[in-house]
């Protein structure tokens, strides 16, 4: 199904990539793949009603489950351009299969992320999980792979205790409550619109092809179509995807740009640049004169990165490097 140039496609992911994702085909797959633990069930592990989700989640059988996610995974991966990203969202009893097929194929550990959310599944027993993980991974190429760096925070911004803002959007531990909606239609366990565009963001740009291959609630899809890339998709489920199209009716292309935070100051106008040896001992030159002002450690780097242009840790690098 065609809405506004972005496809829908009702059927198996595995079968529907072979007919419809040529090779390359894709810059970025944000996905989130079946449970694998009886997920149909999953609700009676909360304290929450099923009243208002979607009938319909197909679950993978245990014994299925590994041949299954080889098979999807190889597809990603072909389908998946030179240097494009893919982040997988899995809970952690079928981790290892999923790790297992990623190995398998030519794809690349960028980043293991940790997500953790509120409200976890209750035990009396042992600990209570709230977390998932977001395997990112590449395929390498020629080129570089799409990473907007300082995209939701400028790189001199800081917190009220002096921390960089962006430093702590990119460390790989991301706190991000999930989206309840009571009394309203919602699939299974759909992800945080707050966790897909932050991936979004990063990983992709204007225009280009963002995949889901378990489109379920499709969140990704309004995502995706809100921050202005196009969409690709499939879900197997035919009562979720017809809730799903009904979903996209009056999704904006581009209508979640104007929401988006705009980090503040300039980038470093020196940022990703190779140092001179001149401009080394420059660095050094500076430094030991702050030090010997007064200046802790951290306030003298903090006055030279707009001196020198470069980023704390950059410098910092250098410093340590030379011995200071």
Request: one cysteine or more; a negative charge; glycine letters at 10%.
């Amino acid at each position: 199904m065609d809405i506004g140039g972005n496809l829908f496609h009702h059927g198996d992911c595995v079968e529907g990539a072979r007919r419809h994702l040529p090779d390359g085909s894709v810059d970025l797959i944000v996905t989130d793949p079946p449970y694998g633990i009886r997920g149909d069930k999953l609700h009676k592990h909360y304290n929450r009603s099923e009243d208002f989700v979607v009938d319909g989640y197909v679950e993978v059988p245990a014994e299925e489950y590994g041949e299954f996610t080889h098979a999807w995974v190889a597809e990603a991966a072909r389908a998946l351009r030179p240097n494009g990203s893919i982040y997988i969202v899995s809970g952690y009893t079928n981790l290892y299969h999923i790790l297992d097929a990623l190995r398998a194929t030519d794809l690349r550990e960028v980043n293991h992320i940790v997500w953790r959310y509120n409200f976890g599944v209750h035990t009396r027993r042992k600990y209570i999980s709230s977390h998932y993980h977001i395997l990112y991974y590449e395929r390498p190429g020629p080129g570089s792979r799409t990473f907007n760096a300082n995209v939701r925070f400028g790189p001199q911004e800081r917190d009220g205790e002096g921390g960089s803002l962006d430093y702590q959007d990119r460390e790989d531990v991301w706190v991000i409550n999930r989206e309840y909606k009571p009394g309203r239609r919602k699939n299974k366990n759909e992800l945080p619109t707050r966790l897909l565009v932050k991936m979004v963001q990063y990983s992709s740009k204007v225009g280009d092809v963002v995949c889901d291959l378990f489109m379920g609630g499709f969140s990704t899809a309004r995502v995706a179509v809100g921050l202005d890339r196009r969409f690709v998709g499939f879900e197997v489920s035919e009562a979720i995807f017809a809730e799903g199209v009904r979903r996209m009716e009056g999704v904006e292309p581009g209508h979640l740009l104007e929401e988006l935070r705009v980090p503040e100051g300039d980038r470093l106008f020196n940022q990703g640049k190779s140092w001179t040896d001149e401009e080394v001992q420059r660095l050094l030159e500076r430094y030991d004169g702050l030090r010997a002002q007064g200046r802790t450690k951290a306030s003298a780097i903090q006055e030279l990165t707009g001196e020198f242009g470069r980023g704390r840790f950059a410098i910092a690098n250098v410093l340590r490097d030379h011995g200071h």
